[in-house]
């Protein structure tokens, strides 16, 4: 009954930007990474967000070096729902993209760190 919902990919124009969605339904999540994969390529990090506190307040974040700057991550305020804004983007950044989230707590970059997957979205970057 688990389950992470990503949307927002489409076909954007080089120097476009785009947002990506994930809402997980069934439970309660506090930490949410991001990964995509390219053709021919390995599925690779892009970032991670996790919470903690009380009032799930203390908010920690990590993006890998090769979008960052370009690529943001944010939730909303039911924390059910997590983002990656992606600006200035480039035909390299054309992959799949995938949500994915962990019962426990802490930044994961690892795959296998993550039980729980989303069913990935397309992006496509025109050049």
């Known amino acids: 009954q688990v389950q992470l919902a990503e949307s927002g990919g489409g076909l954007v124009q080089v120097g476009g930007s785009l947002s990506l969605s994930c809402t997980a339904s069934?439970?309660?999540?506090?930490?949410f990474g991001w990964f995509r994969q390219a053709p021919g390529k390995e599925r690779e990090f892009i970032g991670a967000?996790?919470?903690?506190?009380?009032?799930?307040?203390?908010?920690?974040?990590s993006i890998t070096e090769s979008v960052k700057g370009r690529f943001f991550l944010d939730r909303n305020n039911a924390r059910d729902t997590v983002y990656l804004q992606m600006n200035k983007v480039k035909p390299e950044d054309t992959a799949v993209y995938s949500c994915?989230?962990?019962?426990?707590?802490?930044?994961?970059?690892?795959?296998?760190?993550?039980?729980?997957w989303g069913q990935g979205t397309q992006v496509t970057v025109s050049s």
């Open positions: 994915a989230a962990q019962p426990g707590g802490g930044l994961k970059r690892r795959d296998d760190e993550y039980p729980y």
């Open positions: 069934g439970r309660t999540f506090s930490s």
């Open positions: 967000i996790s919470w903690s506190g009380p009032k799930g307040n203390t908010v920690d974040q």
